[in-house]
Each structure stands twice: as structure tokens, then as C-alpha cells.
């Protein structure tokens, strides 16, 4: 069988230097193709002014990759304490930040008021938590759930489902409460799919809040100045998916912003999304070596890669393509599993994936890493996060994160009491 094929993010000379140099697993991101995409993102969006996205921190936590995404005009789309903290050390702060998160400690509303960010509240009974906590601030955006007025998709599920956001009686009800309150600037938010590929879907999303918008206005007069649009937007992990075609999806949504909003004769509002996936996603890679070959009833490759580094596969079963260096041109006529060394079954990166025959050593790019990858990593099983490299524009490769070692791992323990205990 001939092997499909995807191209790399990053020329496979660069991977192959990269790997002699490093020791494997790593993650490496292409900084040009990041910043590309990012302005690919904000052209789409050329035509409505103040556009912004917020990069979802979650997607890839890393300082290097956050500043570098400040100068293509990106802010930080935080949900943690920790991810506040990442964006203040990165120097993102006051409205370039959108704090989105949900079942909220206090003490991150307080650190967020503190930072100046932008609040996305999550539930109603949080405009009086956050009133109680750290005060009201003058803009508040709500997150909006659809319920059965809007279908989901698989990651997300259905919204009705969803844990996130309020009913649009809550909307109403809570832009009214903010109001008498005295807040005077409101936004507007939802987020009901992940890593969806269909344009229109977005299309759809942005038409249905801005009618929400101009509900809200019908309703309580309030006019609505902030819409963001959430993250989701999806990427082609398989050889035969196509990107989404942003173009499409800024001009659909501009469509619906004449039609919907400038129709009721409400002003423009300040558009935004909080992308993550699409933004870094095809733009890193994990790459690993072959440490053993089995054959049992099935025919195994195991990888120095494991879940700990990209769980995407084992947690969603989601395909993620994989390039064998050097071999890109042999036939696939062997199917194997390709495995990590975790002690859980699911520790799989691919399963009955036709690959070229391969042997210990071999080194392996494993695609689309960049975006939920080395972020969910773990330590269960005591498997420790590799280091993450960035290929800069002028093809210099250079550590954004050093991989942990044992002292990370003992690094919560205080061994001094275990003599006494
Ligand atoms: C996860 C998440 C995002 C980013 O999602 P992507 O699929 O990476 O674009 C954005 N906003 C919120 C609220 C999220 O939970």
C-alpha cells in the first residue's frame, strides 16, 4: 500500500538535525508558519475593525509562542490562575487578556480584575459571586449556551450537554442585573464546537449571537459591544481533510454582521475569537524514535513518545498523521500499533496504521501536535514532559522549555519528613 502522505511543518532535514542534536521526544513549532497563520486569521477578519484574537493559552502554554503571537496583534484567552499568571509574565495584560472560565475560585476573579482583563462569566449566580469577590468592573461579557437551539459537535457534544454558559433567559436576565448594578459595557460570547471544519458552522454561531445582540437590545435596550466567537475552528489531522477556508468564514461572518446587526440599525461591534488549535496546532510536531519492535498477535512500534506527551489519541481516539523520516517513500505494507511505554492500553498513537517497515532507531515525526499537545501532558506512571524547541525564522532551532527531569518529578515531595515519619 503507498503511504499517505502530509506535508511537514518543518523540513524533515531540520527535523533529522534537530533529533541529532536533542535528545528525542520533543516538540518542536515552526515560528514563521505560526506567525503566517496568525495573519492569516486577522486578514479574514481585515475588514472589521479592533478584531482580536485571543490565543486559548491552553492550546500551548508557552511564553515564547504567547509574546511572539503579541506582535501579529493576538491577546491571551485564559480560564486558570496559572494561565493568568503565564500571560502577566508574557506582558499581556488589561484588555488583552479574556479571562473564559468556569466553576471560578475567587481568587482568580480577583487576579483578574486585578490584571484588567476582560471577565467572560460562565453562570448567573457568578455576577454576584464576582460583585462579592472583586467587584464589578465596568465591561462584563457573558458566555452564551444555546441549548437545543444550536447542534454540536463531537469534542464539545451537544450544548444542551454542555457544561458552559447560560440559557438565553439567563442572558437576558443577567444583562439586566448587571446593569442595575451599573456595569455599562457588555459583551457577548459562546463557544459550542472544538476542532470543527465545517466554515458554515461559524457562520451560523456569529449569525445567531448577533441576533442574540439584537434581542438584548430589543429587550432591555442595552447595546452589546463585544462579540467573541470562541475557539474551535478546526484542523485537518487526516491526509484527506481540508483546511477551513478562513476567507470563507470572515466573509460569511461579515455577511451576517450587515444583514443581523446593521440591519436593526445597532453600530458595529468589536469582533473577536479565542482560537487555539488553529492558530499553533499544525505548526508542531512531536518527534520520537522507535525503541522496540514487537510482534505478538499484532505487530507493535514502541516509541521513547507516550501518552504523557500527546494524549489526543488515547483520550478522543483522534488520528494524528505520522511521517517516518527517511522513509517517505517506502511502501506502508506493514500495519502496526504505534505505542509509548505508559502501563494503560490506550497509550496508543495509532492503531493498524499502514507504515513503512520500520526498525529501532527509526525517527518518527508524529503531526499537529502543536495545539493540545504537550500542554496535556502528565506524570501518571511517573513519565516525565519532554523539552519544546521553536525553528525561528531564520532556521535556528532554540529550547522554549527544557524537558523535566526526576528533580520535577520529586519536586512536590518533602523527602526530609519521610525520615521522620
Ligand atoms: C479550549 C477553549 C478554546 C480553544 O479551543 P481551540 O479548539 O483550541 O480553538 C477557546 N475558548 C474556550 C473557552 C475554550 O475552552
Given amino acids: ?132 469577590v472583586a467587584g464589578l468592573p465596568d465591561r462584563i461579557c457573558l458566555r452564551y449556551n444555546p441549548g437545543p437551539l444550536k447542534d454540536g459537535n463531537a469534542i464539545i457534544g ?36 472544538s476542532n470543527e471544519l465545517d466554515p458554515q458552522y461559524f457562520i451560523d454561531t456569529a449569525g445567531m449571537l448577533f441576533q442574540l445582540a439584537v434581542d438584548v437590545h430589543r429587550e432591555l435596550g442595552i447595546v452589546i459591544e463585544l462579540i467573541n466567537l470562541g475557539g474551535g475552528i478546526g484542523i485537518p489531522y487526516r491526509p484527506d481533510q481540508q483546511e477551513v477556508d478562513l476567507e470563507m468564514v470572515g466573509e460569511g461572518i461579515r455577511d451576517a454582521h450587515e444583514r443581523i446587526l446593521a440591519g436593526a440599525g445597532l453600530p458595529p461591534v468589536k469582533l473577536c475569537m479565542e482560537c487555539g488549535r488553529l492558530v499553533t496546532g499544525p505548526y508542531g510536531c512531536l518527534v520520537t524514535r522507535v525503541r522496540h519492535i514487537k510482534r505478538t498477535y499484532k505487530q507493535y512500534a514502541g516509541l521513547d513518545a507516550c501518552m504523557a506527551n500527546l494524549m489526543r489519541p488515547a483520550l478522543y481516539g483522534a488520528y494524528h498523521h505520522i511521517t517516518v523520516i527517511g522513509k517517505e517513500d517506502a511502501p506502508c505494507d506493514q500495519i502496526y500499533d504505534v505505542t509509548g511505554s505508559l502501563c494503560e492500553n ?33 506524570q501518571y506512571n511517573g513519565k516525565l514532559r519532554s523539552a519544546e524547541y521553536l525553528r525561528r525564522p531564520d532556521g535556528r532551532v532554540t529550547m522554549i522549555r527544557r524537558a523535566e527531569t526526576v528533580q520535577d518529578y520529586f519536586a512536590t515531595l518533602d523527602l526530609e519528613r519521610l525520615k521522620t515519619f
Fill in 158 to 193: 451537544k450544548p444542551e450537554e454542555a457544561k458552559y454558559g447560560f440559557t438565553r433567559d439567563q442572558m437576558l436576565e443577567g444583562y439586566r442585573t448587571l446593569r442595575d448594578y451599573g456595569v455599562k459595557r457588555f459583551g457577548l460570547h459562546t463557544m459550542v464546537a
Fill in 1 to 132: 500500500m503507498s503511504c499517505k502522505t502530509k506535508p511537514l511543518p518543518i523540513p524533515a532535514d531540520a527535523i533529522r538535525a534537530a533529533a541529532e542534536r536533542y535528545p528525542t521526544p520533543f516538540h518542536i513549532y515552526d515560528e514563521e508558519g505560526i506567525r503566517a497563520n496568525a495573519r492569516r486569521l486577522n486578514r479574514a477578519f481585515a475588514w472589521s475593525p479592533g478584531f482580536r484574537n485571543f490565543f486559548a493559552v491552553k492550546a500551548c502554554p508557552n511564553p515564547f509562542i504567547m509574546k511572539f503571537l503579541t506582535e501579529e496583534g493576538f491577546g491571551a484567552d485564559c480560564s486558570s490562575l496559572p494561565e493568568l499568571l503565564l500571560a502577566e509574565a508574557t506582558g499581556i495584560k488589561g484588555a488583552a487578556v479574556m479571562f473564559t472560565s468556569n466553576d471560578t475560585p475567587a481568587e482568580e476573579f480577583v487576579k483578574a480584575r486585578q490584571m484588567g482583563a476582560i471577565i467572560n462569566l460562565d453562570d448567573i449566580t457568578h455576577i454576584d459571586f464576582l460583585r462579592r
Fill in 346 to 378: 490506550n497509550d496508543k498513537f495509532a492503531i493498524d496504521r499502514p507504515l513503512p517497515a520500520l526498525e529501532p532507531g527509526d525517527l518518527l515525526v508524529i503531526h499537529d501536535a502543536g495545539a493540545h499537545g504537550h500542554a496535556m501532558g502528565f
